[in-house]
């Protein structure tokens, strides 16, 4: 059974940087499409970005476009979102999401797998 794991979440500032980290233990990800999610408090779950198995296609919310970045080591079982210029309504607890799959629509399906979260904080 696969076990993910989150970090990296914080208190920042507006404009501010966090590198967030998805640790997988119990099972390699190298074949499977992964993504971050989020949800702040008393809103709906939004998807913010996905990446495939290869790392080589990414897609992003419109919300965190050009300003996140998804990335994967699959030798290190491990995906990363590289956060920067963030605003306060990015305050929210990520989450990481593994096993989904992408429509030709590039919508992305959740997979059943997820780990518990990280809050991260940005004050204005």
């Known amino acids: 059974q696969v076990q993910l794991v989150e970090s990296g979440g914080g208190l920042v500032t507006t404009g501010g940087s966090l590198k967030l980290s998805c640790a997988a233990s119990?099972?390699?990800?190298?074949?499977?499409?992964m993504a971050w999610f989020r949800q702040a408090p008393g809103k709906e779950q939004q998807f913010v970005a996905y990446?495939?198995?290869?790392?080589?296609?990414?897609l992003y919310a419109v919300a965190v476009k050009g300003r996140f970045t998804i990335s994967r080591d699959n030798a290190k079982n491990t995906m990363y979102l590289q956060m920067d210029n963030l605003e306060p309504e990015d305050t929210a607890t990520y989450s990481c999401?593994?096993?989904?799959?992408?429509?030709?629509?590039?919508?992305?399906?959740?997979?059943?797998?997820w780990g518990s979260g990280t809050l991260v904080t940005v004050s204005s």
């Open positions: 990446i495939n198995w290869s790392g080589q296609k990414s």
């Open positions: 119990g099972q390699s990800i190298k074949d499977y499409a």
């Open positions: 999401n593994l096993g989904g799959s992408v429509s030709a629509a590039d919508i992305y399906t959740q997979g059943s797998h």
